[in-house]
């Protein structure tokens, strides 16, 4: 460790503030027509909720735009201002792997679409990057997922873990 005085002070949420301060939707959501607000849920989201996560701020190869996500953790009373989260793709993935999943359905508003979860790319983010999905002046949507789906998102993310998903856990 180094000495105090060579310490590096850490550095303040301000990049972050600052990015969702000066929102600018992908144009995947421009596209698509399913623009967010900057302004950040005020709940704790429940595991299955698809949102949109603004992933500004981070660093390459990270996503860095904002894009729908999954929520795949439950309510940890000691992460009251975390969520787990899997981002989603209306692009498939070439090649598709084990830790790729495909929706049944599509969470999102609009016109039906294939829509995939990235389960290598689960990632632990702020409350303050997570809002609602805008469909419209003042109109927001909460998509959702079944348990089912969920547990294949989650089963998924295990494997890209490197985790065995063929025995089983005792």
């Known amino acids: 460790m180094p000495p105090a005085a060579d310490r590096e002070e850490p550095t303040s949420a301000?990049?972050?503030t600052a990015?969702?301060?000066h929102f600018r939707p992908s144009p995947w959501l421009v596209r698509t027509g399913t623009l967010s607000s900057p302004m950040a849920i005020t709940f704790h989201p429940k595991a299955g909720m698809v949102l949109i996560c603004d992933f500004q701020g981070a660093v390459a190869p990270e996503i860095t735009k904002v894009r729908p996500v999954v929520v795949i953790s439950p309510n940890h009373p000691r992460r009251a201002g975390l969520a787990t989260?899997?981002?989603?793709?209306t692009t498939r993935p070439n090649p598709i792997r084990a830790f790729h999943h495909r929706l049944s359905r599509s969470p999102l508003p609009g016109p039906a679409t294939e829509?995939?979860?990235?389960?290598?790319?689960?990632?632990?983010v702020a409350l303050a990057r997570l809002d609602r999905v805008?469909?419209?002046r003042r109109e927001y949507?909460?998509?959702?997922?079944?348990?089912?789906?969920?547990?294949?998102?989650?089963?998924?993310?295990?494997?890209?873990?490197?985790v065995?998903?063929?025995?089983s856990v005792r």
């Not at 989260?85 to 793709?89: H, I, Q």
């Not at 065995?164 to 025995?167: E, I, K, L, S």
């Open 164 to 167: 065995d998903v063929t025995r």
């Open 19 to 21: 990015s969702i301060q």
């Open 85 to 89: 989260v899997v981002p989603l793709s």
């Open 141 to 162: 949507f909460v998509g959702r997922i079944g348990d089912e789906e969920l547990r294949w998102i989650r089963l998924a993310a295990a494997v890209s873990f490197g």
């Open 115 to 124: 829509v995939w979860a990235k389960c290598d790319l689960v990632t632990s």
């Open 14 to 16: 301000a990049p972050i």
């Open 134 to 136: 805008r469909v419209g």
